[in-house]
């Protein structure tokens, strides 16, 4: 089984558990039931899903498992989960992404918890003073074609460094 692209479509609390949702996903064949303990989960949100059988990069087999009670039938992935960034929260994959794709075949600048792919890219290279974040691209500036390269910003107390491989 394959990690693939998938949308929540409803989600309910958890009866036992404050931090847990009862997430129903679709992976453009079938729903599933799936817990999930994500800060960032929504509605309509299309992310990558682990089906009961799949296996993470990082070596996690995904069992059909009980959390406090109730039954998840797979896993939603975080860039940690998918060991592409040190990021917790669910990926957030723009709203055209097709369902059921195997995640191996999502731009990997998209595989975030941050919706980047949101944010109009409008410079070569700025520096944001109000929030400290400083955005590289790659190409020619102001072209539709740009590439994001390189990412800087502060949250927390911290600078958060994400680079990207073309």
């Known amino acids: 089984m394959k990690l693939i692209t998938a949308k929540i479509l409803s989600i309910k609390?958890?009866?036992d558990a404050q931090k847990l949702n009862i997430c129903t996903v679709f992976d453009g064949t079938k729903e599933t039931s799936v817990v999930c303990g994500a800060s960032n989960v929504r509605?309509?949100?299309i992310t990558i899903f682990a089906p009961v059988g799949a296996t993470t990069p990082k070596g996690l087999e995904i069992k059909v498992s009980e959390l406090r009670g109730?039954?998840?039938h797979g896993m939603l992935c975080s860039p940690r989960d998918l060991n592409v960034h040190a990021e917790d929260g669910l990926v957030d994959l723009p709203q055209t992404t097709e369902l059921g794709l195997d995640y191996l075949s999502v731009k990997k600048e998209f595989l975030s918890s941050t919706p980047w792919h949101q944010y109009k890219k409008i410079d070569a290279h700025?520096?944001?003073q109000k929030t400290k974040k400083i955005t590289?691209?790659?190409g020619e500036t102001n072209r539709a074609d740009l590439k994001?390269?390189?990412e800087t910003?502060?949250?927390d107390g911290r600078y958060l460094y994400r680079h990207y491989q073309f």
Request: aromatic share 14%.
């Open 13 to 15: 609390k958890h009866p």
């Open 70 to 72: 109730v039954a998840s």
């Open 126 to 128: 700025y520096e944001d």
């Open 148 to 150: 994001l390269i390189s």
């Open 153 to 155: 910003y502060f949250h």
């Open 136 to 138: 590289v691209l790659s």
């Open 43 to 45: 509605e309509n949100m």
